[in-house]
Antibody, heavy 122, light 107 residues
Framework: EVQLVESGGGLIKTGGSLRLSCAASGFTFTYAWVSWVRQAPGKGLEWVGRIRSKTDGGTTDYAAPVKGRFTVSRDESKNTVYLQMNSLKTEDTAVYYC?????????????WGQGSPVTVSS | DIQMTQSPSSLSASVGDRVTITCRARQNINRNLNWYQQKPGKAPKLLIYAASSLQNGVPARFSGSGSGTDFTLTINSLQPEDFATYSCQQSYSTPWTFGQGTKVEIK
């Protein structure tokens, strides 16, 4: 059974840093592309960034609002993807989900974690 | 960025009704369109990918159609467990973008 379990969320002051973890199991992590998607309170879903599989270069892409502040990385030995969030702003307050990206003619988010809430307060 | 617009933002329906939700892309995205269902406090769940392909395990009362810029999610014979928020998402080009969501409520 595929499982993604996020951790590391919490309350943080503006300008602070936080690192979220996404522990994966139930599939071959080496081949997985993993994205982070967030949802601000009462709002829609917003893609944050992703990391390609190690076999596809392990490179990253980011949404404009977080580029230069957030970093996605992965540790193959721990089957875990990380989201390092620096210079946090109040508008980064959201539930953060990690999700695997599947492909079958098109890309899609097929498996999701339960979400990790992040609150940035001034 | 490709803007995705859903309509309506919310709707009220009864069990057994047929429900249709529309998603429009600002530019041609071919069939690179996915639909998700989300219940309060839960993660989204993939329903439909590539505009009309049903994800494994999703009931056949859900269907999707469209290509280019205009897409539709249809729920035939709405069931109690279908009351949720539905979001479309384009996977034509990054940054991946979502519609604002359509909340389906009980009438």
């Amino acid at each position: 059974e595929v499982q993604l379990v996020e951790s590391g969320g919490g309350l943080i002051k503006t300008g602070g840093s936080l690192r979220l973890s996404c522990a994966a199991s139930g599939f071959t992590f080496t081949y997985a592309w993993v994205s982070w998607v967030r949802q601000a309170p009462g709002k829609g879903l917003e893609w944050v960034g992703r990391i390609r599989s190690k076999t596809d270069g392990g490179t990253t892409d980011y949404a404009a609002p977080v580029k230069g502040r957030f970093t996605v990385s992965r540790d193959e030995s721990k089957n875990t993807v990380y989201l390092q969030m620096n210079s946090l702003k109040t508008e980064d307050t959201a539930v953060y989900y990690c999700s695997t990206e599947g492909f079958n003619y098109v890309w899609y988010f097929d498996f999701w974690g339960q979400g990790s809430p992040v609150t940035v307060s001034s | 960025d490709i803007q995705m617009t859903q309509s309506p933002s919310s709707l009220s329906a009864s069990v057994g009704d047929r429900v249709t939700i529309t998603c429009r892309a600002r530019q041609n995205i071919n069939r690179n369109l996915n639909w998700y269902q989300q219940k309060p406090g839960k993660a989204p769940k993939l329903l439909i990918y590539a505009a009309s392909s049903l994800q494994n395990g999703v009931p056949a009362r859900f269907s999707g159609s469209g290509s280019g810029t205009d897409f539709t999610l249809t729920i035939n014979s709405l069931q109690p467990e279908d009351f949720a928020t539905y979001s479309c998402q384009q996977s034509y080009s990054t940054p991946w973008t979502f519609g604002q969501g359509t909340k389906v409520e009980i009438k």
